[in-house]
T-cell receptor, first 115, second 116 residues
Framework: DGGITQSPKYLFRKEGQNVTLSCEQNLNHDAMYWYRQDPGQGLRLIYYSQIVNDFQKGDIAEGYSVSREKKESFPLTVTSAQKNPTAFYLC??????????????FGPGTRLTVL | AQKVTQAQTEISVVEKEDVTLDCVYETRDTTYYLFWYKQPPSGELVFLIR??????QNEISGRYSWNFQKSTSSFNFTITASQVVDSAVYFCALSEAGGGSYIPTFGRGTSLIVHP
């Protein structure tokens, strides 16, 4: 089945450590996105990539980094510079060349907790 | 700049009641798209509907219906005869065609609790 997978589902990190969240899609979508969700604040865009080897900062990129070496993969690294990383992280993808150019489809999310 | 407001933070109903979730948006573009997503307790956002700004027809899908009114910049979502499985957080979103990036802006969500 086509879809988006994120791993792990739950992640615990000690302060001062970097951690990488995985996002893989087999929908053949060109664009991929990372969002952060905090209680009562909706979704906030961290980074997005509309094509391989290119990505753009979103609204809250500080303390995060990404790479887009393959079309199907868009990993997010939460660095030690991120002051409050405990949150729920959602990955999404869309197909700008399709009929519904901006409909995003989401993965199941990763819940990151900093101990 | 685009903006989406979901003024209802939480709604609590009893099963079989009808419930309407409000969504008000702001945009300067004449071409834009509106969305609704459902986020059940598992966390994954599930796409429900996409509407473009040139199509004001209301849509019905089973117990779900959507009322798009450009005159009031609203895109409200009604669940008829609610069920416990409808309990979730619902997000309204807007994307503008003019920017080229097609990245939607999400509202803060409305938490719907359906009691048996």
């Amino acid at each position: 089945d086509g879809g988006i997978t994120q791993s792990p589902k739950y992640l615990f990190r000690k302060e001062g450590q970097n951690v990488t969240l995985s996002c893989e899609q087999n929908l053949n979508h060109d664009a991929m996105y990372w969002y952060r969700q905090d209680p009562g604040q909706g979704l906030r865009l961290i980074y997005y990539s509309q094509i391989v080897n290119d990505f753009q900062k979103g609204d809250i990129a500080e303390g995060y980094s990404v790479s887009r070496e393959k079309k199907e993969s868009f990993p997010l690294t939460v660095t030690s510079a991120q002051k409050n990383p405990t949150a729920f992280y959602l990955c999404a993808s869309s197909n700008p060349s399709g009929d519904s150019t901006d409909t995003q489809y989401f993965g199941p999310g990763t819940r990151l907790t900093v101990l | 700049a685009q903006k989406v407001t979901q003024a209802q933070t939480e709604i609590s109903v009893v099963e079989k009641e009808d419930v309407t979730l409000d969504c008000v948006y702001e945009t300067r573009d004449t071409t834009y798209y509106l969305f609704w997503y459902k986020q059940p307790p598992s966390g994954e956002l599930v796409f429900l509907i996409r509407r473009n700004s040139f199509d004001e027809q209301n849509e019905i899908s089973g117990r779900y219906s959507w009322n798009f009114q450009k005159s009031t910049s609203s895109f409200n979502f009604t669940i008829t005869a609610s069920q416990v499985v409808d309990s979730a957080v619902y997000f309204c979103a807007l994307s503008e065609a003019g920017g080229g990036s097609y990245i939607p802006t999400f509202g803060r969500g409305t938490s719907l609790i359906v009691h048996p």
